[in-house]
């Protein structure tokens, strides 16, 4: 049984030894988020809500 990071991996379907540079795993990650948000938006129906924008807790009326 792995324990840690390769653990991750494996139940992620990735190899854990040839993941690359923080950097590059980084980039990766960022470019298969904006590709997975660019297939969403395409599949919103007209006049739907931008796909799970977070609310930005700077100009949120709620205050503690």
């Known amino acids: 049984m792995q324990t840690g990071s390769a653990n991750w991996y494996d139940r992620a379907a990735r190899h854990f030894r040839s993941r690359g540079t923080l950097a590059e795993e980084i980039a990766a990650f960022e470019a ?33």
Do not use: I
Not at 39 to 47: E, K
């Open 32 to 64: 298969a988020l904006a590709a997975h948000m660019a297939q969403l938006a395409q599949a919103a129906p007209p006049g739907a809500p931008a796909a799970a924008t977070p609310p930005d807790p700077e100009h949120s009326e709620e205050r503690p």
